[in-house]
């Protein structure tokens, strides 16, 4: 279960053969389920400004006509996605697709997603709140929220501390194994702490920032669960599910 999933790092590179995987970002859920169906992307693909702003107004066309779960809007999102400011994935306040062009030096297009879609079929994809993932006691959970820093705008809204506490209660109110990992902020080594999961540390490369700073971040792997060999309980059928390899390299829309 990956109530955060973001860009899908973990389920990616561990590619259990069931998973659950949710974002409040319903445009990462719909290219998700895009793959699922076998995504084959036609449209000019070109790392030009005027192409990246006439394909974020088509975009944003598409929002407002009602259509964003579209093949096209799941085209256009991974478009903008590759081709926008420092891979952000930031909306205003009305809900439109806002961030600029990103001026990379060369970026590799992937038009065919073929490759993932005997894998994604096996997920089950779902765009709401944390809280709405449906839990079963032995489930593995793997959190990975907004860090926590002030720039927390991935989706519409911020993620605030209220936020950061509400989900740190939920996981901890888990039975089953769980690893959250999180920007290691005092205040959070310090609540991850006191709701009881084991902190390990390490220099994580910072993945997304308003500056484009990537400089190392301190990260922080919480756990809760894990029995002995790492991996909780050996009931659950979701844990012991066979592990496949996807064939194909990793995605990074939203992440
Ligand atoms: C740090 S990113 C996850 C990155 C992911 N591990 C990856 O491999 O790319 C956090 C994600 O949480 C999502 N998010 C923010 N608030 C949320 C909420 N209340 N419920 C569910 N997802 C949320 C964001 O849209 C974002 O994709």
């Keep these: 279960m990956e109530p955060f999933c973001g ?16 974002d409040r970002n319903p445009h990462v859920i719909n290219f998700y389920s895009w793959l699922a169906r076998g995504l084959e992307i036609t449209m000019p693909m070109e790392n030009d400004e005027q192409q990246f702003y006439a394909h974020r107004a088509r975009f944003n066309d598409l929002l407002r006509a009602g259509q964003h779960q579209t093949a096209e809007a799941a085209a256009l999102f991974y478009y903008l996605n590759r081709t926008g400011f420092n891979g952000l994935c930031r909306f205003n306040r009305t809900g439109e697709f806002n961030v600029p062009f990103g001026r990379y030096a060369r ?8 490759p993932y879609a005997k ?9 709401g709140d944390f809280e709405t993932v449906p839990l079963e006691p032995d489930d593995f959970v793997y959190a990975d929220p907004p860090y926590d820093v002030p720039f927390t705008q991935y989706a519409a809204e911020v993620f605030r501390w ?3 506490e509400r989900a740190a209660e939920w996981l901890a109110r888990h ?6 990992s999180n920007q290691a902020t005092e205040r959070i080594c310090r609540l991850y702490a006191k709701l009881g999961f084991d902190l390990n540390y390490r220099d ?13 971040a301190k990260e922080v792997i919480a756990s809760r669960n894990l029995g002995a060999g790492g991996c909780g309980s050996p009931k659950s059928t979701r844990q012991r599910a066979k592990v ?12």
């Design 107 to 114: 970026i590799n297009y992937r038009r065919d997603f073929l």
């Design 175 to 180: 039975p089953g194994p769980v690893v959250l």
């Design 204 to 216: 994580a490369p910072r993945r997304i920032s308003c500056t484009g700073d990537r400089t190392p």
């Design 7 to 22: 860009g899908v790092a973990v389920s990616l590179a561990l590619a259990p053969a069931k998973a659950v995987l949710n």
């Design 162 to 164: 209220e936020e950061q």
């Design 244 to 255: 496949v390899r996807p064939a194909g390299p990793a995605l990074n829309p939203g992440g």
């Design 119 to 127: 894998l994604f079929q096996r997920w089950e994809f779902r765009s």
